[in-house]
């Protein structure tokens, strides 16, 4: 079996046994994982989210399958059952997210979707207690009031305008406009994401990053195009330039942006991995202002704030060393 241990962590910007710096190769992920929300925007002015969420899972998966039959035919061998097991929940969790979060995208602001879909490593704190017997620090509590507060705050900015004061619609008409839907659906994504990220940590202890990958991708596919026959939407018709987004998003944010993030979980520890994500909201909606030409409310930059505020709190967590705070500091 293919060795994929992870590594003593020294120095983020070190490559001991990496072809490039871990940090690096974060950086060119966030910039790729960037372009998910721009992609999927282009492809819903002709296909439905079901249909772009199966293609983007699907083309990975066909990309990876040769690769992993050829050079990892091995390691998929010596793969455990509850291995196998955890890895096709993953890939469960992982059909989920990507559903609620691109349809998300139908209803809500690409800053306030990307924003909420981040919350992800908050749910992991609420979920660790029981899934992982790790008791929440104050750091992660104090992240999870904020993060609340700023998810509070993009809700009204969604829902209410400013004028000579704050005027929202009913509660009724609030809880059921169409971007409270949309941020719903994009917190839905996050906590779907969250169980992909828990059991991603578990496995990829023991399981290399292509074998890994490779199932938890195939088992998205598998479920998004169940998912989509049976809502009656249909794979073929589309022009060629949505087939290529849909092409550019299984290349870009899927195999690029999420496999480097698990190749980066082997040299620099899960708390830091979490936290460089963050940098995905700002240049989507860097991105988004520049292209869609969507201009974020003032509102909606201050719960956006508040919300990175709280997760990066959340995430800057005591360790059992003071290593890996030392890590965490030295990245700026």
Same mark, same amino acid.
């Given at each position: 079996?293919?060795?994929?241990?992870?590594?003593?962590?020294?120095?983020?910007?070190?490559?001991?046994?990496?072809?490039?710096?871990?940090?690096?190769?974060?950086?060119?992920?966030?910039?790729?994982?960037?372009?998910?929300?721009?992609?999927?925007?282009?492809?819903?002015?002709?296909?439905?989210?079901?249909?772009? @969420?199966?293609?983007?899972?699907?083309?990975?998966?066909?990309?990876?399958?040769?690769?992993?039959?050829?050079?990892?035919?091995?390691?998929?061998?010596?793969?455990?059952?509850?291995?196998?097991?955890?890895?096709?929940?993953?890939?469960?969790?992982?059909?989920?997210?990507?559903?609620?979060?691109?349809?998300?995208?139908?209803?809500?602001?690409?800053?306030?979707?990307?924003?909420?879909?981040?919350?992800?490593?908050?749910?992991?704190?609420?979920?660790?207690?029981?899934?992982?017997?790790?008791?929440?620090?104050?750091?992660?509590?104090?992240?999870?009031?904020?993060?609340?507060?700023?998810?509070?705050?993009?809700?009204?900015?969604?829902?209410?305008?400013?004028?000579?004061?704050?005027?929202?619609?009913?509660?009724?008409?609030?809880?059921?406009?169409?971007?409270?839907?949309?941020?719903?659906? @994009?917190?839905?994504?996050?906590?779907?994401?969250?169980?992909?990220?828990?059991?991603?940590?578990?496995?990829?202890?023991?399981?290399?990053?292509?074998?890994?990958?490779?199932?938890?991708?195939?088992?998205?596919?598998?479920?998004?195009?169940?998912?989509?026959?049976? @809502?009656?939407?249909?794979?073929?018709?589309?022009?060629?330039?949505?087939?290529?987004?849909?092409?550019?998003?299984?290349?870009?944010?899927?195999?690029?942006?999420?496999?480097?993030?698990?190749?980066?979980?082997?040299?620099?520890? @899960?708390?830091?991995?979490?936290?460089?994500?963050?940098?995905?909201?700002?240049?989507?909606?860097?991105?988004?202002?520049?292209?869609?030409?969507?201009?974020?409310?003032?509102?909606?930059?201050?719960?956006?704030?508040?919300?990175?505020?709280?997760?990066?709190?959340?995430?800057?967590?005591?360790?059992?060393?003071?290593?890996?705070?030392?890590?965490?500091?030295?990245?700026?």
């Amino acid at each position: 079996m293919t060795e994929d241990r992870i590594l003593p962590i020294d120095n983020p910007h070190s490559h001991d046994g990496a072809d490039i710096p871990p940090v690096i190769g974060l950086t060119l992920a966030i910039m790729a994982a960037s372009t998910a929300s721009i992609l999927i925007r282009f492809a819903q002015s002709e296909a439905p989210s079901l249909v772009i @969420a199966a293609y983007r899972l699907s083309i990975a998966s066909l990309i990876l399958s040769p690769v992993l039959f050829v050079r990892y035919r091995n390691d998929l061998q010596a793969m455990n059952k509850r291995e196998v097991s955890l890895t096709l929940i993953s890939g469960v969790f992982l059909s989920i997210h990507f559903v609620t979060w691109i349809t998300s995208l139908e209803y809500t602001s690409v800053a306030s979707s990307v924003v909420l879909v981040q919350t992800a490593p908050l749910f992991v704190a609420l979920l660790s207690p029981i899934i992982l017997r790790e008791r929440p620090s104050r750091s992660i509590i104090v992240g999870l009031i904020l993060a609340l507060i700023g998810s509070l705050i993009i809700g009204l900015s969604d829902a209410c305008s400013w004028g000579d004061g704050l005027r929202c619609p009913s509660m009724e008409a609030f809880l059921g406009g169409s971007a409270m839907k949309g941020d719903l659906l @994009a917190i839905a994504g996050a906590a779907a994401g969250a169980g992909y990220i828990m059991i991603g940590r578990r496995v990829r202890g023991t399981v290399a990053l292509i074998p890994y990958i490779t199932l938890t991708y195939g088992t998205a596919s598998v479920v998004l195009i169940v998912l989509m026959l049976r @809502a009656g939407q249909t794979p073929f018709g589309y022009s060629s330039q949505t087939y290529l987004w849909f092409l550019l998003l299984a290349l870009l944010p899927q195999l690029f942006a999420h496999s480097t993030y698990n190749w980066a979980l082997r040299y620099l520890s @899960a708390a830091l991995v979490s936290i460089s994500q963050l940098g995905e909201p700002v240049s989507s909606t860097i991105l988004a202002y520049f292209i869609l030409k969507e201009i974020p409310t003032p509102l909606r930059i201050v719960g956006a704030v508040i919300i990175l505020t709280g997760i990066t709190v959340a995430s800057l967590r005591p360790t059992n060393n003071t290593r890996g705070m030392k890590l965490l500091s030295s990245v700026d």
